[in-house]
Protein backbone atom coordinates (compact mmCIF):
# COMPACT_ATOMS: atom_id res chain seq x y z
CA UNK A 1 0.00 0.00 0.00
CA UNK A 2 1.13 3.57 -0.50
CA UNK A 3 2.12 5.67 2.22
CA UNK A 4 3.14 9.53 2.52
CA UNK A 5 5.29 10.65 5.03
CA UNK A 6 6.39 14.77 5.85
CA UNK A 7 9.26 15.63 8.07
CA UNK A 8 9.23 17.66 10.12
CA UNK A 9 6.32 17.54 11.88
CA UNK A 10 6.06 20.36 13.45
CA UNK A 11 9.16 23.42 13.51
CA UNK A 12 9.64 26.90 14.88
CA UNK A 13 11.78 29.34 12.99
CA UNK A 14 13.06 32.73 13.45
CA UNK A 15 12.47 35.62 10.80
CA UNK A 16 14.90 35.52 7.76
CA UNK A 17 15.89 32.22 8.21
CA UNK A 18 15.96 29.44 5.84
CA UNK A 19 13.18 26.13 5.26
CA UNK A 20 13.69 22.98 4.04
CA UNK A 21 10.74 20.59 4.34
CA UNK A 22 10.61 17.10 3.27
CA UNK A 23 7.76 15.31 1.15
CA UNK A 24 8.54 11.10 0.90
CA UNK A 25 5.51 8.82 -0.82
CA UNK A 26 5.92 4.95 -0.50
CA UNK A 27 4.59 2.31 -2.68
CA UNK A 28 3.99 3.91 -6.08
CA UNK A 29 5.77 5.49 -8.78
CA UNK A 30 5.59 9.05 -10.94
CA UNK A 31 3.08 10.25 -8.86
CA UNK A 32 1.25 13.35 -9.25
CA UNK A 33 2.70 15.91 -6.03
CA UNK A 34 1.49 18.71 -4.42
CA UNK A 35 2.33 21.33 -1.61
CA UNK A 36 -0.50 22.87 0.40
CA UNK A 37 -0.78 25.48 2.70
CA UNK A 38 -3.30 26.00 5.62
CA UNK A 39 -3.53 29.09 7.53
CA UNK A 40 -6.07 29.54 10.24
CA UNK A 41 -9.10 29.51 9.04
CA UNK A 42 -8.31 29.72 5.53
CA UNK A 43 -8.91 26.30 3.76
CA UNK A 44 -6.21 24.99 1.32
CA UNK A 45 -3.97 26.92 -0.27
CA UNK A 46 -1.87 24.64 -2.88
CA UNK A 47 1.47 26.13 -3.42
CA UNK A 48 2.82 24.04 -6.00
CA UNK A 49 2.84 20.85 -8.01
CA UNK A 50 4.68 18.54 -9.91
CA UNK A 51 4.25 15.64 -12.35
CA UNK A 52 7.31 14.11 -13.01
CA UNK A 53 11.01 14.90 -11.66
CA UNK A 54 12.48 18.71 -12.09
CA UNK A 55 8.74 19.77 -13.28
CA UNK A 56 7.47 22.29 -10.84
CA UNK A 57 4.54 24.50 -11.27
CA UNK A 58 3.70 27.42 -8.85
CA UNK A 59 0.21 28.08 -8.31
CA UNK A 60 1.06 31.39 -6.24
CA UNK A 61 4.07 33.90 -6.22
CA UNK A 62 6.11 34.09 -3.17
CA UNK A 63 9.21 33.31 -1.41
CA UNK A 64 8.69 29.95 -0.80
CA UNK A 65 10.11 27.45 -3.53
CA UNK A 66 9.74 23.69 -4.67
CA UNK A 67 11.78 20.84 -6.04
CA UNK A 68 11.66 17.00 -6.75
CA UNK A 69 14.79 15.58 -7.07
CA UNK A 70 13.48 11.88 -6.90
CA UNK A 71 10.40 10.82 -8.60
CA UNK A 72 8.93 10.28 -5.09
CA UNK A 73 10.62 12.82 -3.04
CA UNK A 74 9.13 16.70 -2.60
CA UNK A 75 10.65 19.14 -0.98
CA UNK A 76 9.54 22.93 -0.11
CA UNK A 77 11.79 25.34 0.42
CA UNK A 78 12.60 29.29 1.29
CA UNK A 79 15.74 31.07 1.99
CA UNK A 80 14.29 33.57 4.17
CA UNK A 81 11.14 32.80 6.14
CA UNK A 82 8.63 35.59 6.57
CA UNK A 83 6.20 35.55 9.52
CA UNK A 84 3.15 35.08 7.06
CA UNK A 85 4.70 31.58 6.30
CA UNK A 86 3.10 30.46 9.34
CA UNK A 87 0.86 27.57 9.00
CA UNK A 88 0.17 24.07 8.00
CA UNK A 89 2.25 22.61 5.52
CA UNK A 90 0.35 19.58 3.82
CA UNK A 91 2.14 17.72 1.06
CA UNK A 92 0.07 15.27 -1.04
CA UNK A 93 -0.17 12.52 -3.80
CA UNK A 94 -2.20 11.27 -6.70
CA UNK A 95 -1.80 8.46 -8.96
CA UNK A 96 -2.00 10.19 -12.67
CA UNK A 97 -1.80 6.65 -14.01
CA UNK A 98 -4.84 5.75 -12.69
CA UNK A 99 -8.10 6.98 -15.00
CA UNK A 100 -9.30 10.55 -15.25
CA UNK A 101 -9.20 11.93 -12.14
CA UNK A 102 -7.18 13.44 -9.43
CA UNK A 103 -8.00 11.63 -6.38
CA UNK A 104 -4.94 13.00 -3.64
CA UNK A 105 -3.80 11.48 -0.54
CA UNK A 106 -2.30 13.53 2.08
CA UNK A 107 0.44 13.32 4.53
CA UNK A 108 0.17 14.39 8.00
CA UNK A 109 1.76 17.86 7.53
CA UNK A 110 3.88 19.91 9.16
CA UNK A 111 2.88 22.48 12.04
CA UNK A 112 5.60 25.67 10.63
CA UNK A 113 5.48 28.75 13.17
CA UNK A 114 8.03 31.54 12.20
CA UNK A 115 8.97 33.86 15.10
CA UNK B 1 -15.88 31.20 -12.27
CA UNK B 2 -15.38 27.90 -11.23
CA UNK B 3 -15.31 27.55 -7.49
CA UNK B 4 -16.78 25.11 -4.43
CA UNK B 5 -19.12 26.33 -1.93
CA UNK B 6 -19.56 25.07 2.11
CA UNK B 7 -21.98 27.35 3.68
CA UNK B 8 -21.82 26.10 7.29
CA UNK B 9 -18.37 27.31 8.82
CA UNK B 10 -19.08 26.01 11.71
CA UNK B 11 -21.97 23.28 12.86
CA UNK B 12 -22.86 21.62 16.25
CA UNK B 13 -24.72 18.70 16.94
CA UNK B 14 -25.61 16.40 19.78
CA UNK B 15 -23.91 13.09 20.17
CA UNK B 16 -26.24 10.63 18.37
CA UNK B 17 -28.14 12.86 16.22
CA UNK B 18 -27.99 12.94 12.26
CA UNK B 19 -25.67 15.13 10.55
CA UNK B 20 -25.54 17.19 6.98
CA UNK B 21 -23.23 18.94 5.65
CA UNK B 22 -23.88 20.93 2.54
CA UNK B 23 -21.04 21.63 -0.76
CA UNK B 24 -22.55 23.22 -3.79
CA UNK B 25 -20.11 24.06 -6.90
CA UNK B 26 -20.06 25.83 -9.63
CA UNK B 27 -18.85 24.20 -13.11
CA UNK B 28 -19.57 23.85 -16.14
CA UNK B 29 -20.04 20.03 -16.31
CA UNK B 30 -20.29 17.64 -13.69
CA UNK B 31 -17.22 16.86 -12.21
CA UNK B 32 -15.39 14.32 -9.79
CA UNK B 33 -16.57 15.32 -6.23
CA UNK B 34 -14.66 14.18 -2.95
CA UNK B 35 -15.42 14.95 1.06
CA UNK B 36 -11.93 15.06 2.90
CA UNK B 37 -12.00 14.76 7.35
CA UNK B 38 -9.53 16.53 8.95
CA UNK B 39 -9.07 15.80 13.28
CA UNK B 40 -7.02 18.59 14.74
CA UNK B 41 -3.40 18.86 13.90
CA UNK B 42 -3.51 16.09 11.22
CA UNK B 43 -3.69 16.00 7.54
CA UNK B 44 -6.77 14.83 5.93
CA UNK B 45 -7.85 11.61 4.83
CA UNK B 46 -10.40 10.89 2.07
CA UNK B 47 -13.99 9.64 3.10
CA UNK B 48 -15.85 8.91 -0.05
CA UNK B 49 -15.75 10.03 -3.83
CA UNK B 50 -18.30 9.84 -6.43
CA UNK B 51 -17.06 10.05 -9.93
CA UNK B 52 -20.21 8.48 -11.91
CA UNK B 53 -23.12 5.93 -11.83
CA UNK B 54 -24.80 5.77 -8.39
CA UNK B 55 -25.85 9.09 -6.95
CA UNK B 56 -25.59 7.85 -3.17
CA UNK B 57 -21.83 7.32 -2.42
CA UNK B 58 -20.80 5.05 0.60
CA UNK B 59 -17.71 6.30 2.50
CA UNK B 60 -15.92 5.30 5.49
CA UNK B 61 -16.79 6.00 8.79
CA UNK B 62 -20.17 5.68 8.21
CA UNK B 63 -20.75 8.96 6.07
CA UNK B 64 -22.92 8.81 2.66
CA UNK B 65 -23.27 11.20 0.27
CA UNK B 66 -25.66 11.94 -2.36
CA UNK B 67 -24.36 14.23 -5.77
CA UNK B 68 -27.52 16.07 -6.92
CA UNK B 69 -27.32 17.56 -10.38
CA UNK B 70 -29.85 19.30 -10.45
CA UNK B 71 -28.60 21.54 -7.06
CA UNK B 72 -24.89 21.14 -8.38
CA UNK B 73 -24.52 19.76 -3.99
CA UNK B 74 -22.86 17.15 -3.05
CA UNK B 75 -24.01 16.85 0.70
CA UNK B 76 -22.62 14.93 3.12
CA UNK B 77 -24.39 13.14 5.70
CA UNK B 78 -24.58 10.51 9.05
CA UNK B 79 -27.13 9.38 10.66
CA UNK B 80 -25.73 9.14 14.02
CA UNK B 81 -22.84 11.58 14.98
CA UNK B 82 -20.12 10.15 17.26
CA UNK B 83 -17.82 12.19 19.47
CA UNK B 84 -15.09 11.45 17.49
CA UNK B 85 -16.62 12.85 14.25
CA UNK B 86 -15.72 16.22 15.84
CA UNK B 87 -13.25 17.89 12.90
CA UNK B 88 -12.92 19.30 10.06
CA UNK B 89 -14.72 18.64 6.86
CA UNK B 90 -13.52 19.43 3.10
CA UNK B 91 -15.65 19.22 -0.05
CA UNK B 92 -13.43 19.11 -3.06
CA UNK B 93 -14.17 19.40 -6.89
CA UNK B 94 -11.86 17.85 -9.62
CA UNK B 95 -13.11 19.09 -13.20
CA UNK B 96 -11.04 16.52 -14.83
CA UNK B 97 -9.54 17.20 -17.91
CA UNK B 98 -6.01 18.02 -16.10
CA UNK B 99 -7.54 21.04 -14.32
CA UNK B 100 -6.38 21.60 -10.70
CA UNK B 101 -8.56 20.01 -7.60
CA UNK B 102 -10.44 22.63 -6.23
CA UNK B 103 -11.15 22.77 -2.08
CA UNK B 104 -13.69 24.20 -0.12
CA UNK B 105 -13.19 26.42 2.95
CA UNK B 106 -13.87 23.41 5.15
CA UNK B 107 -16.76 22.83 7.90
CA UNK B 108 -16.02 22.44 11.15
CA UNK B 109 -18.07 19.98 13.23
CA UNK B 110 -18.32 20.01 17.25
CA UNK B 111 -19.84 17.18 19.19
CA UNK B 112 -21.57 17.90 22.32
CA UNK B 113 -22.46 15.04 24.64
Known amino acids: SQTIHQWPATLVQPVGSPLSLECTV ?3 SNPNLYWYRQA ?16 ISSEVPQNLS ?5 DRQFILSSKKLLLSDSGFYLCAWSDRGQGVTDTQYF ?8 L | AQSVTQPDIHI ?16 GATP ?12 LQLLLKYFSGDT ?13 RSQ ?24 GGYQKVTFGTGTKLQVIP
Open chain 1, 26 to 28: EGT
Open chain 1, 40 to 55: AGRGLQLLFYSVGIGQ
Open chain 1, 66 to 70: ASRPQ
Open chain 1, 107 to 114: GPGTRLTV
Open chain 2, 12 to 27: TVSEGASLELRCNYSY
Open chain 2, 32 to 43: YLFWYVQSPGQG
Open chain 2, 56 to 68: LVQGIKGFEAEFK
Open chain 2, 72 to 95: SSFNLRKPSVHWSDAAEYFCAVDP
